[in-house]
C-alpha cells in the first residue's frame, strides 16, 4: 500500500514539475509563439553594429593588413640604405612597405564604410518593414471594407433591391482582398526575417516597431558645398585613388633612382601616377554630380509627398461618398470598387514616396552616393 501511496506521489510531482515547465515556457515564448521584440530604429541599428558579421570581417581585415604593414616595417628595418644597392631592394626597403601602409589605410577605410553602409541597409531593412507593415494595413482596412459591402449588398438582394450580379461583383473583390492580404502577409514576414537577419536576431522573432514612418523633411537644413566636400571625403574609390597616388610616387621614385629615361619600369611608374591623378579627378567629378542629382530629389519628392497626401485626402472623400450612394442604390458595386482601388493606390504611392524619402535622407546622413563609375557606399 505505502508503495503504491509513493508511486501516486511521484507520478502527481512530476506532472506539477512537468505543469510548471510549461508555463515557464509558455511564459517565455508566449502563447502564440516567440515573444514579440520592442524595436526602435537606433536599437536596431545597435545591434546590427554588434552581431552583423560584415563588421567582424571589417575589423579581421584591419587587423591583417596591421600584421602585414608591422611585416614590411620590419623587413624594411633590417636594410640600410647602404645595403640598397638595386631596384629590388629599393622595393623591399621603401616600396614594400608603403604599399603595406596604403593597404592598412584602406582596410581601415573599408571598416568605416562598412559601418556607414550597415547602418544605411539596416534603416533600409527597417522601413521595408515599416512600409510592408502599412500596405497589409491597407489591404486589411479595404477588405473589411468589401465584406461589409458585401453584408449590405446581400441584404439588399434579398429584399429585391439588388441584382444577383451586384453580390457577385462584391463577393469576387472580397476573395481578391483575401488573396492580396495573405500576399502582403508575406512580404511583411519576409521584410521582418530580413531585419532579423541583418540586427543577428532569429529570423522567425516578431516585431513591433517604435519608430514611427513619418516624415521629417531635410531638404532646407541640408549645406550643399558641405555636403560634397565631406562626399568626396568619405568616397572609397576617390580615397583608394589618392592612396594609390601616393604608392605610384613612391614607386617613381624608387624606379628613377635606379634607372634613367627611357627604362620600361621608369616611365611605367611615371605613366601609372598620372593615371591615378586623372583617376581622382574623374570620380570627383562623379561623386559631385550623384550629390548635386540627390539634393534635387530631395525638393522633388518633398512636392510630391505634399501633393500625394491631398490625393489621398481627395480619394478617401470619394470613396466615403461612393459607399453611400452605394447604399441608397445610386452607384452600382462597380463605381464602389473603383472608387477603394483608386484611394488604395494613392495611400500605397504616399508610402513608397515617403519610404525613397527616408532612404534619401538616409544616404545624406552617412554621405553613401553610388556613382556610374563606382560606388562609395552600398
Do not use: C, H
Not at 470598387?337 to 495611400?347: F, G, H, N
Amino acid at each position: 500500500m505505502q508503495t503504491k501511496i509513493f508511486r501516486k506521489k511521484a507520478v502527481i510531482g512530476i506532472l506539477v514539475t512537468l505543469i510548471m515547465l510549461a508555463v515557464a515556457a509558455l511564459n517565455a515564448i508566449g502563447i502564440d509563439g516567440p515573444k514579440i521584440k520592442e524595436l526602435s530604429l537606433k536599437e536596431a541599428v545597435d545591434l546590427a553594429l554588434k552581431n552583423n558579421p560584415d563588421m567582424e570581417i571589417a575589423e579581421l581585415g584591419v587587423q591583417k593588413a596591421q600584421v602585414q604593414y608591422d611585416g614590411a616595417k620590419e623587413t624594411a628595418g633590417d636594410l640600410s640604405v647602404e645595403d640598397v644597392q638595386t631596384y629590388e631592394y629599393g622595393l623591399l626597403k621603401w616600396v614594400n612597405p608603403k604599399a603595406a601602409e596604403v593597404g592598412l589605410n584602406l582596410a581601415k577605410k573599408s571598416r568605416e564604410l562598412t559601418e556607414n553602409s550597415l547602418r544605411f541597409s539596416v534603416e533600409n531593412a527597417y522601413y521595408n518593414v515599416l512600409k510592408a507593415e502599412k500596405n497589409l494595413q491597407i489591404k486589411r482596412e479595404n477588405l473589411k471594407y468589401f465584406q461589409e459591402q458585401l453584408k449590405i449588398a446581400q441584404t439588399a438582394y434579398k429584399i429585391g433591391t439588388k441584382a444577383r450580379v451586384d453580390v457577385s461583383l462584391i463577393e469576387a473583390a472580397v476573395a481578391s482582398y483575401q488573396a492580396l492580404v495573405t500576399d502582403e502577409e508575406n512580404k511583411y514576414r519576409a521584410a521582418v526575417m530580413e531585419l532579423n537577419r541583418m540586427t543577428g536576431l532569429d529570423l522567425d522573432t516578431p516585431l513591433k516597431l517604435t519608430s514611427t514612418f513619418a516624415l521629417e523633411k531635410i531638404s532646407g537644413t541640408v549645406k550643399l558645398d558641405e555636403t560634397i566636400k565631406l562626399a568626396l571625403a568619405d568616397n572609397f574609390e576617390i580615397y583608394s585613388v589618392k592612396q594609390d597616388v601616393e604608392l605610384k610616387k613612391v614607386q617613381y621614385e624608387v624606379a628613377n633612382k635606379f634607372y634613367g629615361g627611357g627604362v620600361t619600369i621608369n616611365d611605367t611608374a611615371k605613366i601609372d601616377t598620372k593615371i591615378a591623378e586623372a583617376k581622382v579627378r574623374k570620380q570627383e567629378l562623379a561623386t559631385t554630380l550623384v550629390v548635386k542629382q540627390s539634393y534635387l530629389s530631395l525638393f522633388t519628392l518633398e512636392r510630391m509627398i505634399d501633393w500625394q497626401k491631398k490625393e489621398v485626402e481627395k480619394a478617401q472623400e470619394i470613396a466615403r461618398v461612393f459607399a453611400l450612394k452605394y447604399e441608397a442604390g445610386l452607384v452600382t458595386s462597380l463605381d464602389v470598387k473603383k472608387a477603394t482601388i483608386d484611394l488604395e493606390q494613392s495611400q500605397q504611392n504616399l508610402t513608397e514616396t515617403i519610404f525613397k524619402y527616408n532612404l534619401l535622407k538616409s544616404q545624406f546622413k552617412y554621405n553613401l552616393f553610388t556613382t556610374g563609375s563606382g560606388s562609395s557606399g552600398v
